[in-house]
């Protein structure tokens, strides 16, 4: 007899947790995403397998104190299933703990100390971008929104900026070779029949620490420190991290945030234009004005002695004088008693007695977290064993211990009423231990016929 998708499913889920039950597995997390629900979907991967996790929210909340990341090694413990509904094995985490770091997160630290060494992530050697640029270089996919979305965006804020792409693989092997031969071409843009640039975007889309991990090649690194024109790098989304991203001379957080960074936008300079002509124009009118009164003060012969048209200035003058040495006094005044106060605050035996008071408040709040955890602990203990101690007495199969029995047709349904059956409907009994098939006997028999024994 044929199995629905369903039954074959259930069959699998109850052959895994039956021979596999719980078990504690060490792995290199990859692809991790949390859901709104606080559900985290994660994989477990190492050299040669990778298997499908999740931990659920009231699981994650308790494990708050660990930050999971793509490459960590972690330990789980937890039990194997098959998930209905997509029919794949899945392992569910009851408990975490950090493992170490996995093998990509450890070539990416070290390549960032070697390189960290040289002194490649100085901000000294980071060059500035040009304010007003006139041309850029864009090195990525031509395939793709990123292209596109960088393209719209430089359309609307600087129009006048010429872009040139420069296509390559932003994704598995062989990628970083392509990535690190454009930087170098654009170099040397005249040997290679490139156009001339004021600076280069390195870009590409989010994805997982694998999916970027071209970016984090050594190759690239060089690549980018040696260019003698600056370099953006905006690889990934805001939370994502590359070794591009520290030796570049500028990091951005998205591609289009890399275009936001580097140029101006033309509605500001539009309307910053026309409000510095609005300036000129009244201070122009201000000063026609002034000099046409000084002019026919001149003609009225009021310009005759001097002194007296430049004593009202002088008077200014003296009175600015005073104000700026009142000014002065004051200002040197409130700094000296400003300095005197952050001296007595900064003694020893005032920061003693602040580090002492601090410590004790935090002694304090470590005793309450504690005192609240362990509490709230035992609430959650006492809740299951009842939801337990309830489970278990609902159980059907306490019933069938006790000598009861459950009655199906031949279909699987369950039998309430005898009117459901006609004389010679096949009936499957299902008791505590084994089961039997029968046959419904007309009215005037006393008895089922039973017409094979059990299995």
């Known amino acids: ?152 965006r430089l359309e609307q804020r600087a129009p006048w900026v010429q872009a040139y792409l420069y296509p390559v693989l932003v994704q598995g092997k062989g990628a970083e070779i392509g990535i690190a031969r454009a930087i170098r071409q654009w170099s040397k843009p005249d040997a290679y029949g490139l156009p001339p640039v004021d600076y280069l975007i390195v870009a590409r889309g989010g994805g997982s620490m694998e999916d970027l991990w071209c970016f984090n090649e050594e190759i690239v690194a060089r690549a980018i420190a040696a260019c003698p024109i600056p370099v953006v790098s905006a690889v990934g989304h805001e939370t994502d991290f590359t070794i591009a991203d520290f030796v570049a001379d500028l990091r951005a957080p998205t591609p289009t945030a890399a275009i936001e960074l580097t140029t101006p936008d033309a509605a500001q300079l539009d309307a910053g234009l026309q409000q510095t002509a609005l300036n000129l124009r009244r201070h122009l ?26 004593a009202p200035f002088v008077q200014r003058l003296d009175t600015l004088e005073n104000e700026f040495l009142s000014a002065t006094h004051t200002r040197l005044t409130e700094a000296g008693n400003r300095l005197r106060f952050l001296a007595a605050s900064l003694s ?49 199969r306490r019933a069938l211990d006790r000598g009861f029995a459950l009655v199906r047709s031949a279909d699987g349904r369950l039998a309430r009423r005898s009117a459901d059956f006609a004389p010679g409907d096949e009936l499957r009994i299902s008791l505590a231990e084994g089961s039997l098939r029968a046959a419904v006997l007309p009215p005037a028999e006393s008895a089922c016929q039973v017409p094979q024994e059990g299995v």
Request: proline share 3%; glycine share 8%; net charge positive.
């Open 1 to 152: 007899m044929a199995l629905t998708v369903t039954q074959l499913v259930l069959r699998l889920k109850s052959a895994v947790e039956g021979s596999v039950g719980s078990a504690c597995v060490v792995g290199e997390i990859g692809s991790l995403r949390a859901a709104q629900s606080g559900h985290v979907y994660f994989t477990l991967k190492d050299a040669a397998a990778q298997l499908q996790c999740v931990m659920y929210r009231s699981v994650a909340q308790a494990c708050g104190r660990v930050r999971l990341c793509e490459g960590m090694l972690v330990e789980l413990h937890g039990s194997a299933t098959v998930w209905e509904g997509r029919g794949s094995l899945q392992f569910t985490v009851s408990r975490l703990r950090p493992a170490g770091q996995g093998s990509l997160q450890q070539q990416f630290e070290a390549l960032k100390a070697k390189l960290a060494a040289e002194g490649l992530f100085d901000t000294a050697r980071k060059r500035r971008l040009p304010e007003f640029p006139r041309s850029v270089g864009l090195i990525t996919s031509a395939t793709g929104a990123v292209i596109q979305d960088m393209r719209h």
């Open 285 to 310: 009118a201000r000063a026609l004005e002034t000099a046409r009164l000084r002019l026919r003060a001149a003609e009225q012969g009021r310009l005759s002695v001097p002194t007296e048209t430049l």
């Open 348 to 396: 020893p035996l005032s920061l003693r007695a602040t580090l002492s008071g601090a410590g004790a408040r935090l002694a304090a709040a470590e005793q309450q977290l504690r005192s609240a955890f362990d509490h709230a602990c035992s609430l959650r203990r006492a809740r299951l064993d009842a939801l337990q101690a309830t489970l278990s007495a609902a159980d059907p």
